[in-house]
């Protein structure tokens, strides 16, 4: 409940967690740890090659690594926002700092995989608290006509985040131990939570707010506790391992997807029922935040997918090491810290659709360019590929990020930066597992079309081998030619079969770009207080 100093335009001050300090001060301080969290989890899968080798585990194994802390970070960060109005907003934040911190510690000291993934599992529910409260401080902090610049912060947290992680990773596990991979967050949260516990305020409104609460006795939500865990922890699970384990034709994902899909149709009636939800999902009568949701997960679609794409394709097409194929997407982290200035300074001015619109088709170009791409690209067409596409996403994260609070209820921004954080995610899980998906088959399908044309009737390939025995191998030696161009069929059809994921990826961006029509009009930094339909 909003107090008596709210004002006209639904923005509480009594909420701020700068207290008396400059609220600039509390962005620095509460991106610190969100940052820490973000990049950790793109340097891990750099590593995974490395930490499987260094604990002799195989490769397959060694990839509960990465879905032990994404099934965790799943769960956690729905009822994050119901944990923090319980636990107290600055407490919860503290502890998963010191969780993620302490668990960072572990990961980096595991003697084994068992360790590691237990430790993954902790570091998981500790990081999946940070991004949601941060949000939330954020838009209860600075008033709407401010909260773009403030989200313009956090769009550098998620955006630049991953961009860095591949090339930091790269670099660690070519040049020290994978251990350091982890062991590098241990300072740093350290640092982070003498940081917040010294400047960051608890306010007394929201203190009130949880003295509310426990007087009138907490009612645990355990049945949508439950529901959330199973529902994104198998749905996390499924777009994980499916690739991996042939998708439907392996029981467990069978097993994983049916236990999903039963979870969160019985969340989506549970919650809606119940009286204290640990998942408000009648927030989403705001068409608005809906809205915001889609455009959110389309986002997290495009950066995580292309994030993973770019690297994996400069590695396994152009021989590129992991550090070299992360500082092709460097001029993309550069283009970004460029961008998010104008990006927060425009949300709080220009009608939000003037700027999810034009964002969202520089995506759109983005990707056709990359369907441009060939094997035989410099590193300079690389970069400017990814540079294209790091100039629009802050134009896609600041405005979505401050559109979404509103015309939500100020009571009611953790449970919103916790859906936001969901949608996200989800959407850069989506993105990476239907990628890895349809690069596979774009594999196959395309080695099999190029193997089709080589063959004795085919004049050029008599020609080609002819030249290549002379070239490559002694008279009469044509193992040798044969094993160079099947070299080359390989690396033409991954080549395609990147093209091809990318060409997809573009006709989803265009297909959800019409959709940020329907919001509200108006600036991204307005709203009120009321619940908009």
Known sequence: MASAAARADGWDPTRSAAGSLSPWLIVAIISIPTFMEVLDTSIANVALDHIAGGLSVSNDQATWVLTSYLVANAIIIPISGWLSDVIGRKRYFMISIALFTLSSLMCGLAPNLSTLVIARVLQGIGGGGLAPVEQSMLADTFPPRLRGMAFAAFAIVVVVGPVLGPTLGGYITENSSWH??????????????????????????????????????????YIGIILIALGLGFFELTLDRGEREDWFASSLIIATT??????????????????????????????????TLLVMGVTGMILFGTTQLIPQMLQQVLGYTSFQAGLALTFGGVATLVAVPFAGRLSGVVDVRLLLFPALLVQAFALWNMTHLNADITFLDAGVARLYQAMGLPFLFVPISAVAYVGLPQNKTAQASSMLNVARNLGGSIGISASQTMLASGLQRHQSDLVNGLNP?????????????????????????????????????????????????????????????????????????????
């Open 180 to 221: 350091w991979v982890f062991l590098i967050n241990v300072p740093i949260g350290i640092v982070s939570l003498f940081l917040v516990n010294l400047f960051v305020d608890e306010p007394k409104a929201i203190k009130d707010d949880r003295a509310k609460l426990l007087q009138r006795g907490i009612r645990v939500d």
């Open 258 to 291: 049916t236990i999903s899909a039963v979870s969160l149709i019985a969340l989506g009636f549970w919650e809606t029922h119940h009286s204290e939800p640990v998942l408000d999902l009648k927030l989403l009568k705001s068409r608005n935040f809906s809205l």
């Open 457 to 533: 009737l085919n004049p050029n390939y008599n020609d080609w081998l002819a030249k290549a025995g002379s070239a490559f191998g002694g008279p009469g030696d044509t193992i040798t030619p044969l094993a160079v161009l099947y070299s080359q069929v390989q690396r033409q059809a991954a080549m395609l079969a990147f093209l091809d994921v990318f060409h997809s990826l573009m006709v989803v961006v265009l297909c959800v770009a019409p959709v940020v029509f329907f919001m509200r009009s108006g600036k991204s930094g307005g709203g009120g207080g009321g619940m908009a339909h």
